[in-house]
C-alpha cells in the first residue's frame, strides 16, 4: 500500500514541445492609492513570458488626474532603481473619486478611477500564545491573534487583514530601527481547513455574510517567538481593489492547480489592463 | 405453392366477381370430407369459393340435404363447429381461421436458482412473428389470440426455453431460467440480458451487467461501475484516474443516477476517484446516452440507472473481498422462502490504517486522525402474491476526514491550565431510501408504487477552543450544503396487445437545497460573541413529472417509441413548466439492417457550481431560481444496427448533436469560495449555450470464449456564455476529438479469466497564459524599494490542445470452484501497463521570448499500477 501511495504522489514529468500562443504587448496602468498620500503610477507594456519582474516602460505618456470629476494636474514621470514612475504632487482625500486618464502616443487613452474607501471600525485586538504547540521553526510556537471588526451595515464592505512580526534594531550610534516582515497564518474560513489548514498572507473578506455584525477572525500564526508581539494590518477596500487584488492572490494560489480553471484577474481600466484602485490600511500593535 | 393456389383462386374470383349474381341453390351433400363438401358446392353452383386446403384438411362432415337457400347458409352451416369462418367479397366466398378470443399470459421471468427477476428477458412468439421483454421487475404480459402459444424465453447468460403454454386470462405464469454458467461450468457469457439491438426501436443506450464490471482491471483492486462506464463510446471519463462520467458534452451534474429509482448526486468515494456503488450487489445497470424514453427526465445528458439485487428466494449466499483499498461483504437469502428475502452489503476503505506510518514521520502530529469512506446496502423484498410485492431498500454512503491537534502547556508566566484544541472535519455522502410496491392489476396491465427519499451531503467543521490566563474562548465555523428529495412516483406498465407496450406515470418531489450554510459561533470568557447563520437560506422547491409512452411496432419494419413528459418546477414564487417530446423510430432495412432516429427534449431544474473540472465534494447543488433558468437540451440521433454471426456481434453506429440551453458556469474572475459567501453565488455565475456533436461506433460481442467491445468516438463539444471568454465560442472540458476503447475479456480455461482493455483519447484542451504583465500589491511611494510581481493574462479557455492519452490496462482471475460450494477469486491488474506518462496537467516554467516554438511540462498522476484482490464466495 505504502509502495501504491508513494507512486501516486510521485508524479511523473516531461517536456513537451509546444508552439506558444502569442498576443501582442498592451499597455498596462497600476496605481493603488492610499489616503493622505500622493499618486504613484505605472504605466508599462504586456510581455511574451510567463514570468518577469521587469516590463517594458512607457516613457512617452501623458497620465492626466482627475478629482471628482475636476481636472487637477499631470503626472509627472521620475526613475529611480531604473523604474518609472509617474506621480502626483495632490494628496489622496477620503471620499473622492480620481480618474487617470493615460495618453500614450500612437495608442488609444487608458482610463480608470476609483475612491478612498472609509475607514475600518477595528475592535478588540488580542494574541494569545499557544503554549505547548510547535512552531515553524524550533523555539517558536503557534499563537491565535483575534480581531474584531464593526462593520458598517447596510452597504457592501470589503476587508483585507495581514499580520507581520517586527524585529526592533540599533545602529551603532543607538537609533532603533523597526522592520516588520510578513507572516503567514491559518483562517477559520472553511474552504480553508478542508484537509490542511492553509496558511495564507493576507485574509480577503466581504461582509455578505455579516452585514452590519461585529465578527471576530481568528487567526493563528506558528512563529510566535521572543518578540512577544505581532501587528496587525486591516485594511479597507474599495469593490475594486477588492476584486483586483483578491483576484490576483487567487490567480497565485489557483493557476498551478491542474484541477481549477486559470483565474481572470480583474482589472478596471479601459482599453488596457492594470488596476486604479482605492485602499486604506490601520496598523495595531497587538501583545499578550 | 399454396399461397400460389389462394392467389390464384383469388384471381379467378376476382375476375368472376362482376358476372356473379346472388342466387338460391338447392344441393344434397353426402357425408365427406369438408374439401370433397366445398369443391361440390362450387361444381354445382358456380360460385367461387377459396380456401387454403391445410385449413380444410382433416374435418368431415356429416350428409346435408339444402333446398333453395342461399350459398352464405350452406356455408356456414357447413362451417359450424370447426375454427374456420367465410367472408363474401362480391361473389366471392374466402375462407379463413375464424378469429380467435384474444388471451393474455403475464407473470414474471426469474432465475431458477436465485428466484432472481430478470430484467430485459425476451419472450418471443414465433407463430405471430411478435413478443415482449419484461419489464424493469421481470414481469411481462403477452396477449394473444388462441388457447396455447409456444413461448420462446431468452436472456443473457440463461439457457433458452422453448415451450408451450396455454392462454389462462386469469393465472400468472412465472418461467424460470437456468442459467448457463450452472450447466456448463464456466462462465463464458459477459452480456447482458437486453432488448435484441434490431428489435429495439431505443438507441443511444447501453447495458452492462456486474459481470463485465468484476471482470474488467482494476484500480487499486476495487472494481468500479463507472470506471466501466467510461470505457463506452460516448462517455469520457474527465481527469485520468477519476470516475467521472461526461456523456456526449455534459457535464457530471448532467447526469441522473438512479439506483433502485432514488437519485444519487456525486456518487463518489475519495474525491472522485471511486464510485460508490458496490458491485456484488448490483443486478442490472443502463445507460442512456440519449433518446431517452419518456419515463425519464430531470437531467440533460444521462441516465444511469441501477437496479440492485433482490435477494436469492431459496438459499443463504453472499461474499467477501479485500482489496488494497477496502473490504466489502455482501450476503443475500431467504428470510422466509420464497416469500421474503434481503440483501446486505457493507464496504469500508482503510487508508487510515496504514496514515500513522506516515504521521509519525512529522513533526506537527494530530492526536486524532480519520480517513476513510464506506457504503452500505440493504434491501427487503417480500412477496404478498403473485399480484403483490413489496421492495424496500436503503443506501448509505459516507467520506468522512478527521484531524485533531491538541496542545497543552504553560504560558510565559508559567501558568497552568492552558490549552489549545482544534478540530477540523469533513464529509461527505448521500443516503437514499425506497419503498416500492409492485401491484399487478390485470394480466395487462402492472403498477409500481414507490416513496423515495434521498439526501447528499457536505458537511465542513472546523473549531478551536482553549484557554489563556485562565480565559476560554472557542471559535466553530460549520459550513453544510446538500440537497434532499423527498416524494411519490407511481408508474404503469399496460400491454395491451404485443405490438404495444404503454407506459405511464407521474412523480412528486419536495426538493431542499442547502446552497451552503455556514453557521459561525464564537465565545470568549464563555460569553457567546457570535452566533449566526449566514443568507444562504435552504431553498425549497417542488417537482411534478407527468409522462406516456408507447412502444409501437407498427409493421415488422416500423417500431416506434413515442412519449411525452411534462414536467413542473416551483421555486420561489416561480413556476417553470416543460412539455418534453420524446421519439424513437427503428425501421428495418433489407438484410435485418435497423435504421434508427430520435429526438429527446429533456430539462433540468437543478445545476452544479463547479469550480474545477472534475466534481468535487464541495461543489453547490443549486435550483433554478427567479434569476437561474433551468438547463434544456435538444438532441437528436441517427443510427444504424445489426446483429452478426447470429447474434454473437452487435454493431451500432450513431451520429448525435445535442444543442444546450442556459447552461452555468463561473463568471471570469468570479469569486469561487461561494459556499461561504452567503446567496451571492446567483450573481456570479452566467448562463450561455452548449453544443455538442459527434459519431460513435460499438462492435460488441457478448458470448464465447472471447468477449468485450471496440468503441470509438468522434466527437466535439462547446460552449459560448456571454461573461465567459470574452463571450467568444469556447471548447468545453475534455473536448476530446477521438476516442478509442478495446475491451478485452478471454476465458483461457476454467479458472483463469484475461481481460485488456486499451484506451486512446486525442488531446484534451488545457489554458495556457499568453502574456504576462505587471501588478501591484501596495500602493506605490516616491521612496523606498520596489517590487513588481506578474499576473498571466489568459487570452481564450481551452486555448492549447498537446498530447493525447493512451493505456493499457491488464487483469487475470485466478476462479477456483471449491468442493464445499466456495468460489475463490484472485485478481490481480495491472493499470497502464506501459507507463505510459499521460498528462494530468501541465505548467509552463520558462519561455524564451525570442522563440516561437518552447517547451511546457507535463505532470503524470498515473504510472504503471499493479494491484491485487482477493474474493471468495458462498
Redesign the interface.
Known amino acids: ?2 509502495l ?2 508513494s ?2 504522489i ?14 501582442a ?2 499597455p ?1 496602468l ?5 489616503k493622505d ?2 499618486l ?3 504605466l ?12 517594458p516602460q512607457i516613457t512617452d505618456a501623458t497620465i492626466q488626474l482627475y478629482e471628482d470629476g475636476q481636472f487637477r494636474e499631470n503626472l509627472t514621470m ?1 526613475e ?2 531604473e ?1 518609472v ?1 509617474y ?1 502626483s504632487t495632490v494628496k489622496v482625500k477620503a471620499g473622492s473619486t480620481y480618474r487617470l486618464v493615460a495618453k500614450i502616443p500612437g495608442y488609444g487613452d487608458l482610463e480608470g478611477s476609483d475612491y478612498i474607501p472609509a475607514p475600518v471600525n477595528v475592535g478588540e485586538l488580542s494574541v ?7 512552531g515553524h521553526q524550533s523555539g517558536e510556537i ?1 499563537a ?1 491573534i ?1 480581531v474584531q471588526i464593526h462593520d458598517k451595515g447596510g452597504e457592501r464592505n470589503y476587508y483585507r487583514i495581514r499580520i507581520y512580526i517586527p524585529y526592533y534594531y540599533k545602529d551603532p550610534d543607538g537609533t532603533l530601527y523597526t522592520e516588520k516582515y510578513p507572516t503567514s497564518f491559518t483562517t ?4 480553508d ?3 490542511d ?1 492553509k496558511q495564507r498572507d493576507q485574509f480577503f473578506i ?1 461582509d ?3 452585514d452590519g ?4 477572525f ?1 487567526l ?1 500564526i506558528d512563529r510566535w517567538n521572543k518578540v ?1 508581539e505581532a501587528i496587525v494590518e486591516v485594511t479597507a477596500l474599495t469593490a475594486d481593489s477588492y ?1 483586483y ?4 492572490a ?2 497565485e494560489e ?13 482589472n478596471n481600466i479601459k482599453n488596457g ?3 486604479v484602485g482605492g ?1 486604506l ?1 490601520q496598523l495595531y500593535s497587538v501583545k ?1 | 405453392m399454396r399461397h400460389f393456389l389462394i392467389v390464384l383462386l383469388l384471381l379467378c374470383g376476382l375476375a368472376a366477381a362482376s358476372q356473379q349474381q346472388a342466387i338460391n341453390v338447392s344441393i344434397s351433400i353426402p357425408e365427406t370430407t369438408l374439401e370433397n363438401a366445398l369443391k361440390l358446392l362450387q361444381q354445382q353452383t358456380g360460385i367461387q369459393i377459396s380456401y387454403e386446403y391445410t385449413r380444410v384438411r382433416g374435418i368431415t362432415i356429416k350428409a346435408r340435404h339444402y333446398k333453395d337457400v342461399s350459398p352464405e347458409i350452406i356455408l356456414k352451416d357447413l362451417l359450424k363447429g370447426t375454427t374456420l369462418t367465410f367472408k363474401r367479397r362480391g361473389d366471392q366466398f374466402i375462407i379463413g381461421p375464424a378469429v380467435k378470443m384474444d388471451r393474455t399470459l403475464s407473470g414474471f421471468v426469474e432465475d431458477a436458482v436465485s428466484g432472481e427477476r430478470l430484467i430485459g428477458a425476451s419472450l418471443a412468439v414465433p407463430e405471430y412473428q411478435t413478443g415482449t421483454i419484461t419489464n424493469a421487475y421481470g414481469f411481462y404480459s403477452l396477449t394473444l389470440p388462441g388457447d396455447s402459444v409456444r413461448v420462446v424465453l431468452s436472456s443473457m447468460g440463461y439457457e433458452r426455453l422453448d415451450t408451450v403454454v396455454a392462454m389462462q386470462q386469469t393465472k400468472s405464469i412465472s418461467f424460470r431460467l437456468k442459467t448457463l454458467s450452472s450447466r456448463l461450468e464456466e462462465v463464458t457469457i459477459r452480456g447482458v440480458k437486453t432488448e435484441n439491438i434490431v428489435t429495439s426501436s431505443q438507441m443511444s443506450h447501453i447495458n452492462v451487467s456486474a459481470a463485465l464490471v468484476r471482470a474488467t482491471p482494476r484500480l ?1 483492486g476495487e472494481a468500479d461501475l463507472f470506471k466501466t462506464l467510461q470505457l463506452l463510446p460516448g462517455v469520457k471519463q474527465g ?1 485520468d484516474a477519476t470516475s467521472a462520467l461526461l456523456v456526449r458534452g455534459g457535464t457530471p451534474d448532467q447526469n441522473l443516477i438512479l439506483l433502485d429509482g432514488a437519485p444519487l448526486y456525486n456518487p463518489m468515494h475519495l474525491m472522485g476517484v471511486f464510485s460508490t456503488f458496490n458491485t456484488s450487489i448490483l443486478k442490472d445497470v443502463t445507460l442512456y446516452k440519449g433518446a431517452f424514453p419518456a419515463r425519464y427526465g430531470g437531467r440533460l445528458s444521462s441516465v444511469v440507472d441501477i437496479s440492485t439485487k433482490d435477494g436469492d428466494m431459496h438459499k443463504m449466499h453472499g461474499d467477501f473481498s479485500v482489496g ?1 483499498l477496502s473490504a466489502q461483504a455482501m450476503v443475500e437469502g431467504p428470510i422466509k422462502k420464497e416469500k421474503t428475502t434481503f440483501v446486505l452489503s457493507a464496504r469500508r476503505s482503510y ?1 487510515d490504517l ?1 496514515a500513522p ?2 504521521l509519525n514521520t512529522q ?2 502530529v494530530p492526536d486524532k486522525f480519520g480517513l476513510h469512506f464506506y457504503d452500505l446496502n440493504a434491501k427487503l423484498h417480500h412477496k404478498f402474491s403473485d399480484k403483490d410485492k413489496l421492495y424496500v431498500g436503503f443506501y448509505g454512503g459516507r467520506d468522512k ?1 478527521r484531524t485533531r ?1 491538541k ?6 508566566q508559567g501558568d497552568e491550565g ?3 484544541v ?1 478540530n ?1 472535519s ?1 464529509q461527505w455522502g448521500n443516503y437514499s431510501g425506497t419503498i416500492r410496491w409492485n401491484h399487478v392489476y390485470s394480466p395487462k396491465l402492472f403498477s409500481n408504487l414507490m416513496v423515495l427519499g434521498s439526501d447528499y451531503r457536505f458537511k ?1 467543521d ?1 473549531d ?1 477552543q ?1 484557554e ?2 485562565g480565559e476560554r ?1 472557542s ?1 466553530q ?3 453544510v450544503s446538500g440537497i434532499s428529495d423527498y416524494g411519490a412516483r407511481i408508474d404503469f406498465d399496460y400491454l395491451p396487445r404485443p405490438g404495444h407496450v404503454i407506459k405511464a406515470g407521474a412523480a412528486y418531489m419536495f426538493r431542499n437545497f442547502t446552497p451552503g450554510a ?1 453557521r ?1 459561533r ?1 465565545t ?1 470568557k464563555d460569553a457567546v ?2 452566533d ?1 447563520v ?2 444562504n437560506h435552504d431553498i425549497r422547491a417542488t417537482e411534478t413529472n407527468l409522462y406516456a409512452e408507447d412502444d409501437w411496432n407498427v409493421t415488422r419494419q416500423l417500431k416506434i417509441n413515442a412519449g411525452l413528459h411534462f414536467s413542473a418546477f416551483k421555486v420561489e414564487g416561480r413556476n417553470y413548466t416543460s412539455l418534453q417530446p420524446r421519439m424513437n423510430v427503428r425501421y428495418l432495412l433489407p438484410g435485418d439492417w435497423a435504421l434508427k432516429a430520435s429526438y429527446s427534449r429533456m430539462t433540468q431544474y437543478i445545476h452544479l457550481l463547479a ?4 466534481t468535487l465534494p ?1 461543489d453547490l447543488w443549486v435550483p433554478a431560481t427567479n434569476k437561474i433558468k433551468p438547463q434544456e437540451a435538444d438532441q437528436f440521433a441517427l443510427g444504424i444496427a445489426k446483429n452478426f454471426l447470429g447474434g454473437q456481434l452487435e454493431f451500432s453506429a450513431e451520429g448525435y448533436y445535442k444543442k444546450m440551453r442556459h447552461v452555468i458556469e ?1 463568471k ?2 468570479a ?3 461561494t ?4 446567496d ?1 453565488w446567483q450573481s456570479l455565475v452566467a448562463a450561455g449555450e452548449g453544443k455538442s456533436y459527434g459519431m460513435e461506433l460499438f462492435l460488441q460481442k457478448k458470448t464465447g470464449k472471447l468477449t468485450g467491445w471496440i468503441g470509438y468516438t468522434l466527437a466535439w463539444t462547446y460552449r459560448t456564455i456571454p461573461e465567459v471568454n470574452d463571450g467568444r465560442e469556447f471548447p468545453y472540458k475534455y473536448d476530446r476529438r477521438h476516442d478509442l476503447h478495446i475491451v478485452g475479456i478471454y476465458q483461457l480455461r476454467k479458472g483463469i479469466e484475461l481481460s485488456a482493455s486499451w484506451t486512446y483519447q486525442s488531446a484534451s484542451p488545457f ?16 521612496e523606498g ?11 481564450g ?1 481551452n ?2 490542445r ?2 493525447a492519452y493512451h493505456r493499457l490496462d491488464l487483469g487475470i482471475s485466478f476462479i477456483r470452484y471449491k468442493k464445499n460450494g466456495l468460489i475463490r477469486t484472485w485478481n490481480v491488474s495491472v493499470l497502464n501497463a506501459y507507463n505510459r ?1 499521460n ?9 524564451n ?1 525570442m522563440e ?12 504503471v ?3 491485487v484482490s482477493y474474493n471468495l464466495k458462498f
Not at chain 1, 487584488?245 to 490576483?248: E, F, G, K, V
Not at chain 1, 493557476?255 to 480583474?266: A, Y
Not at chain 2, 459556499?675 to 452567503?678: A, E, H, P, Q, V
Not at chain 2, 498528462?839 to 519561455?847: C, D, M
Request: proline share 7%.
Open positions: 500500500m505504502l501504491i501511495c507512486w501516486l510521485m508524479a511523473c514529468k516531461k517536456q513537451v514541445p509546444i508552439h506558444f500562443p502569442e498576443e504587448s498592451r498596462v497600476s496605481l493603488l492609492m492610499e498620500s500622493i504613484v503610477a505605472r508599462t507594456r504586456s510581455a511574451r513570458a510567463v514570468f518577469a519582474n521587469k516590463f521620475f529611480k532603481y523604474y514612475f506621480k494569545n500564545p499557544i503554549p505547548g504547540s510547535k503557534k491565535r483575534s477559520g474560513n472553511p474552504q481547513t478542508w484537509f489548514a466581504e455578505a455574510l455579516f455584525g461585529s465578527p471576530r481568528n493563528v512577544n476584486k487584488l483578491y483576484s490576483t487567487m490567480a489557483k493557476n498551478d492547480d491542474p484541477l481549477s480553471e486559470k483565474v481572470v484577474v480583474f489592463y492594470g488596476i485602499m490600511q499578550p | 487499486l481527469s488494497l487508508p496504514f506510518i506516515y513533526d506537527d476526514f491537534y496542545y497543552f502547556g504553560k504560558d510565559s492552558n490549552y489549545y482544534t477540523t469533513m465542513s472546523f478551536q482553549g489563556s490566563k474562548y471559535d465555523q460549520k459550513l455556514l459561525t464564537q470568549d460573541t457570535v449566526s449566514n443568507n469550480t474545477n473540472s472534475i464541495a463561473y471570469e474572475g469569486d469561487y469560495l459556499s461561504s459567501k452567503g451571492t489554458t495556457i497564459p499568453v502574456s504576462v504583465y505587471e501588478k501591484v500589491v501596495e500602493p506605490l511611494r516616491d524599494w520596489f517590487y513588481f510581481p506578474s499576473s498571466q493574462r489568459v487570452d479557455r486555448n492549447v498537446l498530447l506518462l498528462p494530468f496537467f501541465y505548467y509552463l516554467e520558462t519561455i521570448p516561437v516554438q518552447t517547451s511546457i511540462t507535463s505532470v503524470s498522476l498515473m504510472p499500477l499493479p494491484s
